[in-house]
């Protein structure tokens, strides 16, 4: 399993080049990136998704709740179709109050139902975004059994060339 999130997160790294460009990283920066997204995963008990998972499950109108823990600013910039948002903080803490930016537990959880085995898929903005960490690790403390995180996030999404909505004017 282990091996698994590695080559995951991995691939997950180098489809999301603006990230910071990996030609630019050393070898010694992306494998902390790498064992960075990997301890998270593993600590916080949740799978990592890539965007071209992300993609299928849509085309496959498969039934899931999808997050963006982005702020509202940038949500409204570009988010994947069908994101609801609420903003989580990029370092989890375990404190709700420092946590969840987005609002009272209770309106998370109306975002992600009273079904705790739905799938929820968590993103925000890159591989070095912690964010979607903080909601995939709160979604997790909150119950919920099938939790994802695309640590690619928006950025992974538009370098794969996939649509984004923009409630930008």
Not at 19 to 34: D, Y
Not at 40 to 65: I, N, P, R, W
Not at 83 to 97: D, I
Not at 143 to 148: M, T
């Amino acid at each position: 399993m282990k091996k698994i999130l590695l080559a995951l997160a991995l691939t997950t790294l180098f489809a999301a080049p603006t990230f910071a460009e990996p030609q630019n990283l050393k070898e010694n920066e992306v494998e902390q990136i790498v064992i960075k997204i990997h301890n998270e995963a593993t600590h916080g008990g949740y799978e990592l998704l890539s965007v071209g998972d992300l993609k299928q499950m849509l085309e496959g109108k498969e039934s899931f709740v999808l997050i963006d823990a982005h702020p509202q600013a940038q949500f409204n910039e570009a988010s994947v179709a069908g994101a609801n948002n609420f903003e989580f903080q990029g370092k989890f803490t375990h404190k709700w109050s420092e946590d969840a930016l987005g609002g009272a537990q209770d309106v998370y959880k109306s975002l992600l139902g009273h079904d705790l085995n739905k799938k929820i898929v968590v993103y925000c903005g890159g591989n070095q975004c912690g964010r979607s960490n903080t909601a995939a690790m709160w979604t997790k403390e909150l119950g919920y059994h099938h939790v994802y995180r695309v640590t690619s996030g928006i950025k992974g999404w538009q370098d794969a060339g996939f649509p984004v909505e923009s409630a930008k004017k």
